[in-house]
């Protein structure tokens, strides 16, 4: 839970560190939402009421999505006005990079399989929108690995969540949900409308 709540908290961080023309609302108010909505989140996790950590969890998911698309479209129509500085361009870009694979590990890790508290009451992984490569081993082939009981944590769903923003891919890991397959597409066009602002800006600076 821990590192997904840290995820949230880095991409907020990221947001408020771009130019004051690319935040959507006040600079601040980007950070201080990531750091006061997920505290609803703890308390509901502690007292048990999982229900509506999960519930909660979508909410900051989506206000922060919501945070990072328009600091994107702010970023084109910057660049399109040409009123955005090459050094301001490309740590905007980068910033907007790197919280699109957080954004994105966090929605994956939230949402497959029911969530990190329903993948915790199952033993081992078998069932999911990904297909990781440990739930193709032999049952035999697993205890012997030690992995039996293996599921997957953030880890592995950043791991998905950046080769889906470099390669455009999910390489090692098939995709079984319709779900998943739509936020992957959203993710990959995000990155891609990314890297496609950087490689213009540089043909033109060429």
């Known amino acids: 839970m821990a590192l997904g709540r840290k995820a949230v908290v880095a991409i907020g961080s990221l947001l408020a560190a771009l130019p004051s023309s690319l935040v959507a609302g006040p600079r601040w108010l980007s950070l201080a939402t990531v750091l006061m909505l997920p505290v609803p989140t703890i308390i509901s996790h502690c007292i048990g009421h999982h229900s509506l950590n999960q519930i909660l969890g979508y909410v900051v998911n989506a206000v922060v999505t919501l945070a990072m698309i328009a600091s994107l479209i702010l ?11 090459p050094p301001q361009l490309l740590r905007s870009a980068a ?3 790197i919280s699109n694979i957080l ?3 966090s929605w994956y890790w939230r949402l497959d399989a029911g969530g ?5 009451r199952t033993p081992g992984h078998a069932d999911g929108a990904f ?3 440990q739930m193709t081993m032999d049952p035999a082939a697993k205890r012997a690995a030690g992995e039996y009981e293996w599921e ?4 592995d769903y950043l791991f998905l969540a950046f080769n889906t923003s470099t390669a455009f891919s ?5 995709v079984l949900s319709r779900w998943a397959k739509v936020l992957m597409m959203i993710q990959a066009l995000i990155s ?3 890297i496609a602002l950087l490689a213009g800006r540089a043909v033109n600076i060429l």
């Open 116 to 120: 990190p508290h329903e993948r915790e």
């Open 170 to 174: 999910p390489t090692d890991v098939p």
């Open 75 to 85: 970023l084109i129509a910057a660049v399109t006005a040409h009123t955005i500085t």
């Open 103 to 105: 954004m994105f590990a």
């Open 192 to 194: 891609l409308l990314v």
């Open 152 to 155: 997957p944590n953030f880890v």
């Open 131 to 133: 297909l990781f490569p």
């Open 95 to 97: 910033a907007i990079w």
